[in-house]
């Protein structure tokens, strides 16, 4: 599975994404500004540096995920589990239910 490395603020945008793609790149300001908090500029920034990760891609003023959101959950949940639990699905599960049946 292919790691992404991706921030937060990166991972909140592509859902904004996947949510209204394909966008155009006006709109997804506005969508970005309301949902959130966003500037232009931020906007821009994330974007430009998804399409150099391959993620997105901003032709002509629209903008289309890549990488199917199935595909990116599921390499960000291995991430954390990797990181918070040494890889263990076990222990994740274990302290998931703290104790509940």
């Not at 639990?85 to 302290?95: E, Y």
């Amino acid at each position: 599975m292919e790691r992404y490395h991706l921030s937060d603020s990166e991972y909140r945008f592509l859902q904004v994404v996947w949510a209204a793609e394909p966008v155009g790149s006006g709109r997804l300001v506005e969508l970005c500004r309301e949902q959130l908090g966003w500037k232009k500029s931020t906007t821009y920034t994330v974007l430009k540096k998804l399409c150099g990760k391959g993620l997105v891609s901003n032709e002509n003023a629209t903008v289309s995920v890549l990488v199917p959101r199935q595909e990116v959950t599921a390499a960000e949940s291995a991430a954390f589990v990797d990181r918070t639990f040494g890889g263990s699905l076990p222990g994740f599960v274990a302290a998931f239910l703290g104790g509940r049946k």
